[in-house]
């Protein structure tokens, strides 16, 4: 009888582990999972309440609860920038100074939210009105070659020192002078905030930067080298400038003696010539050919300068205008002065220079030659170029070559050419035409060097020429009555 307990017991033992403990492990597990589960609840909820805190601390206005969400302020800012406002602000920065700008929101406290997380303190936000009458104009939003060249410059060494990039962003928006480029800073910082790459943000703010240099960011974004992009781009930009003042530099002395010109023979006749001719009159004596001349076109100016000028006012509007929205015009006239017999040569010169210096960036940043005509083609302002581009991308889509395009071409000069041809036969296109644009800008520095030495001597005589026609068609008839006088 006790061996037959002992059995059942131990049957009954067996048979518990085998049905009960599973059922009695499934609901610890199912009591582990609910606890789990509730701990992460918990801990998704802290952190929720950390970061509402850590907003509402950013965002917080001498003592007052704005209650911006900055999560909602970056997502927001993803959506139609049509539904945006602008609104006028004025903020203290870390050093005191007032500083006022304005800012695209959907909210006063979004403004208010990026301005106190950007470290400013702020003084008023207003929201600028917009009426049927006022239109907004963006003064200095273009960054000029100059400006460009500097901050590239900076931004490569900020991030050499192992500064972050959006650190270095704010950094250039709070050292700038100018409200129109803090604008466009900190429209940068914002976007990188958002979690934007720097090429998407800086294409947000296509108005104020180059599209050359938003794709040689985009490209330097996929092989990961950025401060090495930005150097090349800052000596790009700087060769630029150095281009332009050069033109202006040959022009300047040029345009003051001839507005010169213009003004002091304009005085002579106007109210110097009028004076000799009641003498005249007078006199009664025989007026010569070139007096007459003179005196009528005194008479002319007098009578109808108001005239001239306003007439001189719409003829250059139109032209401005024309040659803007006009394609076929604009074209007109741009090959109207690359066949002038001095000054066509440095348009030619300086043309070529861009492309080929902006072509080989492209090149040597591995971007795709059908991609590097597609960018050219748009920051190119010269419409005879933006044909050879466009029948150069027609040529490639057959399976042709680049050189086809511009075989013969009276705009791309022959030695230009032949490079074109070596670089693309020996597969070292990008170096080739580095060396095409080097050779060039050498050729247009001493094409403008000859203009300013030409032009100089020209205008002078023309002055010296036309002040000398109206002195001596007032002396001629002056010494032909003081001859009567003494003979008589």
Do not use: C
């Amino acid at each position: 009888m006790g061996a037959e307990m002992n059995i059942f017991i131990s049957v009954y033992h067996v048979l518990r582990d085998l049905f009960v403990s599973p059922f009695k492990g499934n609901g610890k597990s199912k009591k582990e999972k609910a606890d789990k589960k509730q701990n992460k609840q918990k801990n998704v909820n802290d952190d929720t309440d950390l970061m509402s805190e850590a907003i509402k601390n950013a965002t917080s206005l001498s003592g007052k609860d704005t209650r911006a969400n900055l999560q909602n302020v970056l997502e927001d800012r993803k959506g139609n920038k049509e539904e945006l406002l602008t609104f006028n602000y004025v903020v203290k920065d870390s050093y005191g100074k007032l500083l006022k700008s304005s800012f695209d929101a959907k909210s006063k406290n979004e403004v208010e939210a990026f301005l106190i997380n950007e470290g400013y303190t702020v003084e008023s936000i207003e929201l600028k009105k917009k009426t049927k009458w006022n239109m907004e104009i963006n003064i200095g939003l273009k960054f000029k070659s100059g400006d460009l060249s500097f901050a590239l410059t900076q931004l490569s060494t900020y991030i050499k020192a192992g500064i972050p990039l959006i650190d270095s962003v704010r950094i250039l928006a709070k050292q700038t002078t100018k409200p129109a480029h803090r604008k466009i800073y900190q429209k940068l910082v914002f976007d990188l905030v958002a979690g934007e790459n720097f090429s998407r943000a800086l294409e947000n703010q296509s108005d104020a930067f180059p599209r050359l240099l938003i794709n040689m960011i985009k490209a330097s974004e996929m092989t990961g080298d950025l401060p090495t992009t930005l150097d090349e781009m800052s000596n790009y930009y700087k060769s630029i400038e150095e281009t332009r003042r050069q033109m202006i530099s040959a022009l300047t002395y040029p345009a003051i003696i001839f507005i010169f010109s213009i003004i002091v023979v304009a005085f002579v006749l106007i109210w110097v010539v009028p004076n000799f001719v009641s003498m005249f009159a007078e006199a009664g004596g025989e007026i010569p050919g070139i007096t007459k001349f003179t005196l009528a076109a005194s008479s002319f100016l007098s009578n109808y300068y108001i005239i001239i000028i306003i007439v001189l006012a719409i003829i250059t509007i139109s032209y401005i205008l024309a040659y803007k929205n006009i394609k076929s015009f604009r074209k007109t006239m741009q090959i109207f002065y690359m066949k002038l017999p001095v000054f066509g040569n440095v348009i030619i010169y300086n043309e070529v220079t861009m492309f080929t210096k902006t072509f080989a960036q492209l090149l040597n940043h591995s971007v795709h030659i059908t991609d590097s005509m597609a960018i050219l083609s748009k920051i190119s302002s010269n419409e005879v170029y933006k044909e050879i581009i466009a029948n150069t991308m027609n040529t490639l889509s057959k399976g042709g070559k680049i050189s086809e395009s511009f075989r013969g071409h009276w705009a791309f000069p022959i030695v230009a050419y032949e490079m074109l041809v070596t670089g693309e036969s020996t597969g070292q296109l990008g170096p080739m035409m580095e060396k095409v644009s080097d050779h060039f800008n050498n050729m247009h520095k001493n094409a403008v060097t000859q203009i300013k030495a030409f032009i100089e001597p020209v205008t002078i005589i023309l002055l010296a020429s036309a002040i000398g026609f109206i002195l001596l068609s007032i002396f001629i008839p002056m010494f032909g009555l003081y001859s009567a006088v003494e003979g008589a």
